[in-house]
């Protein structure tokens, strides 16, 4: 099931290019600076011109992580794998971005279940402190997405992973959005960028 989470720590909702840190602070329980901390490091070690480029992600997980590599028939998605591994903690590699899965609920700062997996890395470090997750699941969310010159697209999650979704004419989103901000929904602008 999908979980918003977002542990950047100055709440940015923007594309930041982050999936592979947050994932991994979801799988390890590691504090958000001390991943960028030892991602950016792992960098002498692998010659990657950033941390989330080239092999060097996948050769911290397996070499620092430990992570185990689990081959994944072709075609299934997140959600599908969720409902196979109901417990335990996983790094699924998707096209393009990296999602943490921890007792069968995905935690991401977009609902990617229909995401297609490549392949999954199991994570069993044994001195592992979940962080507090609950602490950067919020309740309801909202997201926009332009389709069209003329219209629209906003999702309202309700909190469980489900969603109910609107074309409007886009004109009318930014009163839309501010109604729905004013009822306490976390806004998350996917126009400049899907928050992989």
Known sequence: MFKYFNPHPKGTTTEVGDCVKRSIVVTTGMDYMEVQRALNAYKKITGAKAFNSGHNPHRYAEEVLGAKKIAVASGTTVADFCRAHTRGRFILDLPEHWVGV???????????????????YEISTPLYTPPNLQKQVFKYCCTSKIISDTQTSIRIYDGNGTFVERKIPTELTAGYLLCLQHSNYQYINLDEGENR
């Open 102 to 120: 921890y007792d069968s609920d995905y935690y991401d700062t977009w609902d990617c279940g229909k995401e297609t997996v490549n392949f999954a």
